[in-house]
DNA sequence: TTGACTCAAAGTGTCGACAATTTAAAGCTC
DNA sequence: GAGCTTTAAATTGTCGACACTTTGAGTCAA
């Protein structure tokens, strides 16, 4: 493990909110909770054991990080992502990483090379999609780590799970398209990487955004899937 | 009033974490509430007539907003501003900003041209700095809001209050230097506004980024005043 | 069958309380 | 007086409770 160049986590406050964080965020993103689904605070407090103070910390979060919305009345459900939501954070993944990969090509070093090398290595023998996401994911925060600039890192995580939702989400409706638009993707990160060890900031950052711009154009208008929410949102959960 | 593109507001639940989030902003970004100081929950709950939750939820997002820090024991404490924080800022802006200007471009009006116009004119009439900064502010949030991006305003509204933070605390410092600054600021929003009107994308994006550069190139550093913190965190302060 | 109305069930916003932990002061030793 | 130890005050994380509001099923009239 080469220098993970910045750590993120200067605040940690209670726990418990913490897990239930984690195991929400994880249920959402695999779709073990579907869009629409509402969150009860006393039903997810029965289920965690814990009182609703947690769940309501847990809950403030994950709003933050656009997973889940508050309606008017304060009830809570599950984000509907549609297709200019995915749009929406296309565009600000390109204005934060292409930023981040500027101020990155500044101080790139042989080590970080080395570490987007292995990445893309264990991409190229990767047999899930799932495992891909999860790599490309992987890569994408190195490089936003490796800008060192503290609100670049916590803006992109505050959109990360948006991302990531968007991710599983269109590949449990493209189960077919498999696995062509990620070797896109797979040939776009040596791009940027050769960017990036340049040391060009301005071919770094232009690399980057077309990177983006590209692997996130096989959205599901692209696909001619669905058309406003990305999935048709379940009614049919129930909980505990 | 034109046409303010696009409402911000989808979520909004409790309303005395509101005001307490309102109430302790103002404080702090004015200095009434020094950097460093402690804020505990008993003590502002009293202050606000209210139970410690919705002061707890209130710091929460104050936190997000990145004007107060959770310590690792769980402490909070107004968030000192370095140097280093400052630049960070500064390049967060330029990512979001610049984007948000690039799709703004492309959907520009003759009413938002004369929304800024109108702004830029109040600019140069303004007998105050703190006038000056809030119609600063409020020229950049327009453009922001252009750009019709949920994700963006999202982003660029949680570091806007440390943005006034910095504007602010350096105001403070640098009484001397008056307006000089600014009036750089008001002919670099006269290129951005052409670039926007003229609707090429690139062009607006780069006299964006340009003119944030510029107008936050006037930093402590430039000015040769404190190092670290932009201000000596004052211990002395005695809530309630 | 449809539509408005009623009313109980459920949910949120807020509160005060308690144990565990941290902080700061008081006390003691040298 | 300086430095370490003890002790009391303060603060956090979490809990259960209550009032008020919203939701939705069931009722009744048309």
Same mark, same amino acid.
């Given at each position: 493990m080469p220098d993970q160049p910045q750590d993120s986590a200067p605040a940690q406050r209670k726990n418990l909110a913490r897990e239930v964080v984690l195991t929400l965020r994880s249920d959402i993103i695999s779709g073990t909770l579907p869009p629409g689904v509402a969150l009860a605070e006393p039903a997810l407090a029965k289920k965690f054991g814990s009182s609703r103070a947690p769940v309501r910390e847990a809950l403030i979060e994950l709003e933050r990080e656009g997973l889940v919305q508050f309606e008017a009345t304060g009830r809570t459900r599950v984000r509907t992502l549609t297709e200019q939501d995915f749009d929406e954070i296309r565009d600000a993944r390109i204005a934060l990483e292409s930023m981040a990969a500027r101020?990155?090509?500044?101080?790139?070093?042989?080590?970080?090379? %080395?570490?987007i090398e292995r990445n /893309?290595?264990?991409?190229?023998?990767?047999?899930?999609?799932?495992?891909?996401?999860?790599?490309? !994911?992987?890569?994408? %925060?190195? !490089? !936003?780590?490796?800008?060192?600039?503290?609100?670049?890192l916590a803006l992109w995580q505050s959109i990360r799970w948006q991302f990531e $939702?968007?991710?599983?989400?269109?590949?449990?409706?493209?189960?077919? $398209?498999?696995?062509?638009?990620?070797? /896109?993707?797979?040939?776009?990160?040596?791009?940027?990487?050769?960017?990036?060890?340049s040391g060009k900031p301005d071919v770094a950052a232009q690399k980057m955004a077309a990177h983006i711009e590209g692997s996130m154009e096989w959205s599901p208008s692209a696909a001619g899937v669905e058309e406003h929410p990305l999935e048709r949102g379940a009614?049919?959960?129930?909980?505990?």
């Open positions: 101020r990155a090509a500044a101080r790139w070093t042989p080590a970080a090379s %080395e570490f /893309i290595a264990r991409q190229e023998n990767a047999s899930t999609l799932a495992e891909l996401s999860r790599l490309d !994911v992987e890569l994408h %925060e190195y !490089v !936003v780590r490796m800008a060192a600039n503290q609100r670049l $939702m968007c991710l599983a989400s269109t590949h449990r409706l493209q189960q077919k $398209m498999a696995f062509k638009p990620l070797q /896109i993707t797979v040939s776009g990160h040596r791009l940027v990487l050769a960017a990036l060890a009614a049919a959960f129930s909980h505990s």
